[in-house]
């Protein structure tokens, strides 16, 4: 092939794909009900990736090896990183000022740190954060997913293209082993499913959407004109774009998460390459290809990918901030994301692209690497110091929001308590001891066993094992609940092994002066982080059939497990369900936040109602401890929002009982520590005693 300008590698018709399929992504993102499968843009953009790259690559024509990849190197570095690195930056900035540290948060700064050296693709599908979950909805960096995969394939497929330029046997290897490399990809890919969402996000199940790129690039890369042809030709480039047009509008109407990237991928790659097949060296020439290639849909397609670098994060901001729900921010989103589109393209993109930089590739790829380290650290900087320059009451007050910023306490004298880890085959448990105190033990040594609501206790914990010196072991059971009269939530065969475990652990050391207990979300929430249910939806899960005879068989297993736990001569406390909240409060914090949809419902919640949604559960527990003097509950509610009051209120004198919708706030865990302390005396064997050096009377 005759080495040529890249101008004259320059494809019309390519850009007005490039527009429809950003376009159909941008709108999935913004209203998957419009468009359900939009999210099939993407794979468009695989086969499209794969045939430009190789045009422009053969268009070059052949040098060795090593030029041959400083230049394809050089060239991609120049295409892809500065829009990237400016977005990741910028990403990451807003990020730290806007985006609470949460669970929900929780896998954002690690996936854009990797997102600048193309593997947050990899962090996605380690953490099996499904691309259609609420962690992944909520991530601003989930989109670059895609472009990790083609940079992946970028650092595979420079050689295997030097291979076909070289021709005769070089080229032949080089087509058999993409050709191989390809039916591997997309078997994995349609027999594995969706892999619980990690299949989506790889290279491994995406190559052979980017290899058909190739393909096409090699067969049509010296194609003639062939607009005077007869016969089936005629008939196939007749024929061929406006039904691959169609079946490519079926592809984002009608796909669905659960058949990618497997089976539901084939429907838009094949329609994306039968479009390119039909018109490339003839699309001026098809009605279809000059509709692919007016003004508007060629400006868009080259927006296309600043626009898809852009649209994403600004989405999720908006979702964490104000909301993305209805028109007026739905719009607002859309014209921003357009708008840092056109400055990254403008200023950015065309810049670097018409830079001489490609001339010196070996600078040019050592700058880029520089630039990427650079970079990544300053993201890494920002998130660090996020309690800083965030202005949310969340960061600049979180001593009062995380439980996790309490757990290790000093006193003037030396003495402090700080919590030791231990991991277990399938979770992990953690001590406080109070070290160098010469004050006398007096309280009962405490086991608890739970969730993350139990962790949700730490700086009381802490305090407690401070104050009396008794120490407190609390295992996480996997991230599982124990004895939460509701078997759903401990049924699977995870949280039986990790309850299993915890319990094999945990009975060796128990003793007759011991407390356990066990703490738990008790009964459903009403809100996630992320997402609502419905007041009916909670009701229901409670007082409905179903959900009663489930509490009838979980508390058989309850006395089971009670019995085994009391026969150490140890005493159980158990939680009683505690204030649930219809607004994740973190997220509600804020004047820029408090319009957002999610906080509608408002920080406070009617006892009343509460009272009545727990009433049947409670009285299951009461029951279990009726049966056994030596089982107790423990009641939150009265420290939270005492009786007589009518609304339960998230905040105390602006300061946080919760962080989100049933979490304990380390300041929440702090109010209820009197109580906690009469408690756990309560449960010991001998009954009345005050425990010395607490604060409790």
């Known amino acids: 092939m005759k080495t040529t300008s890249h101008r004259a590698t320059y494809l019309p018709y390519i850009d007005g794909l490039r527009a429809i399929a950003v376009l159909a992504v941008v709108l999935y993102h913004l209203a998957p009900e419009v468009l359900p499968g939009g999210f099939?843009?993407?794979?468009?953009?695989?086969v499209i990736s794969g045939f430009v790259v190789t045009i422009s690559s053969l268009s070059r024509g052949s040098n060795s090896p090593l030029t041959f990849l400083g230049d394809f190197l050089a060239r991609r570095f120049l295409r892809i990183l500065p829009a990237l690195v400016v977005c990741l930056l910028v990403t990451s900035w807003a990020s730290a000022l806007w985006i609470p540290a949460s669970w929900l948060s929780d896998s954002i700064p690690r996936t854009g740190r990797l997102a600048f050296f193309g593997m947050s693709n990899i962090e996605l599908a380690r953490n099996a954060n499904d691309y259609f979950s609420p962690v992944s909805t909520f991530n601003p960096f989930t989109h670059t997913w895609s472009l990790a995969v083609e940079e992946q394939f970028y650092l595979a497929v420079p050689l295997l293209l030097w291979g076909w330029t070289c021709g005769g046997r070089w080229r032949i290897g080089a087509g058999v082993i993409l050709?191989?490399?390809a039916v591997a990809s997309g078997a994995y890919a349609w027999m594995g499913g969706n892999q619980g969402g990690a299949a989506y996000y790889l290279?491994?199940?995406?190559?052979?959407?980017?290899?058909?790129?190739?393909?096409?690039?090699?067969?049509?890369?010296?194609?003639?004109?062939?607009?005077?042809?007869?016969?089936?030709?005629?008939?196939?480039?007749?024929?061929?774009?406006?039904?691959a047009l169609i079946a490519l509008g079926i592809a984002f109407a009608s796909s669905r998460p659960d058949s990618f990237p497997g089976r539901g991928a084939w429907l838009p790659m094949v329609a994306t390459a039968l479009l390119i097949a039909a018109l490339h060296g003839q699309g001026a020439r098809r009605w279809l290809g000059r509709l692919?290639?007016?003004?508007?849909?060629?400006?868009?397609?080259?927006l296309s990918y600043s626009l898809y670098l852009w649209h994403w994060p600004i989405f999720v901001l908006f979702r964490w901030t104000v909301g993305l729900e209805g028109p007026l921010h739905m719009l607002s989103a859309l014209m921003l994301s357009f708008g840092l589109a056109w400055v990254s393209q403008r200023f950015i993109e065309r810049p670097f692209k018409a830079s001489p930089g490609a001339r010196r590739p070996a600078r040019t790829i050592g700058f880029g690497v520089l630039a990427v380290a650079i970079a990544a650290f300053t993201a890494q900087t920002l998130q660090k110091q996020q309690h800083r320059i965030s202005p949310s009451v969340v960061a600049k007050e979180r001593a009062d929001w995380y439980p996790s910023r309490a757990l290790r306490l000093r006193s003037p004298s030396g003495c402090s308590v700080s919590p030791h880890r231990v991991d277990l085959p399938l979770g992990w448990h953690q001590t406080f001891e109070r070290v160098g105190c010469p004050a006398a033990v007096s309280a009962p040594k405490v086991f608890v066993v739970g969730d993350s609501h139990a962790l949700a206790y730490g700086p009381l914990f802490a305090r407690y094992a401070m104050e009396t010196g008794a120490t407190?072991?609390?295992?996480?059971?996997?991230?599982?609940?124990?004895?939460?009269?509701?078997?759903?939530?401990e049924s699977s065969a995870h949280c039986i092994e990790a309850?299993?475990?915890?319990?094999?652990d945990l009975l060796p050391r128990l003793g007759p002066s011991d407390v356990i207990f066990l703490p738990s979300l008790r009964v459903p929430r009403y809100v996630e982080q992320g997402w609502v249910m419905s007041d009916e939806t909670v009701v229901a899960q409670v007082h409905g059939a179903e959900a009663q005879a489930s509490r009838r068989a979980a508390s058989l297993v309850a006395v089971a497990l009670l019995h085994r736990l009391r026969q150490t001569g140890a005493h159980v406390s158990i939680q009683a369900p505690n204030l649930l909240l219809k607004a994740p409060l973190f997220r509600c914090a804020d004047w820029w936040n408090r319009g957002n949809p999610i906080c509608e419902a408002g920080t406070s919640t009617l006892r009343e109602e509460f009272e009545v949604l727990r009433a049947p559960v409670l009285a299951d527990l009461e029951s279990l401890a009726k049966a056994d003097d030596d089982v107790t509950i423990f009641d939150p509610l009265p420290s939270l929002c005492p009786e007589g009051t009518r609304l339960c209120d998230g905040f105390r004198d602006g300061r946080p009982l919760f962080f989100d919708g049933d979490h304990l706030s380390a300041y929440g865990s702090q109010v209820i520590y009197p109580a906690f302390v009469a408690s756990m005396w309560a449960a010991r064997p001998t009954r009345g005693e005050v425990p010395s050096g607490t604060s409790h009377p």
């Open 203 to 243: 290279l491994t199940t995406r190559f052979w959407e980017l290899a058909a790129g190739v393909a096409l690039g090699w067969l049509l890369g010296n194609r003639k004109d062939v607009s005077s042809a007869h016969g089936p030709l005629e008939m196939l480039g007749t024929w061929t774009p406006p039904v």
């Open 179 to 181: 050709a191989m490399a």
């Open 499 to 504: 309850a299993d475990l915890a319990i094999a």
């Open 40 to 46: 099939a843009g993407v794979d468009v953009f695989f």
């Open 472 to 489: 407190v072991t609390v295992y996480n059971n996997g991230g599982c609940p124990l004895l939460s009269l509701q078997g759903s939530r």
């Open 292 to 302: 692919l290639g007016i003004e508007p849909l060629r400006r868009i397609g080259e």
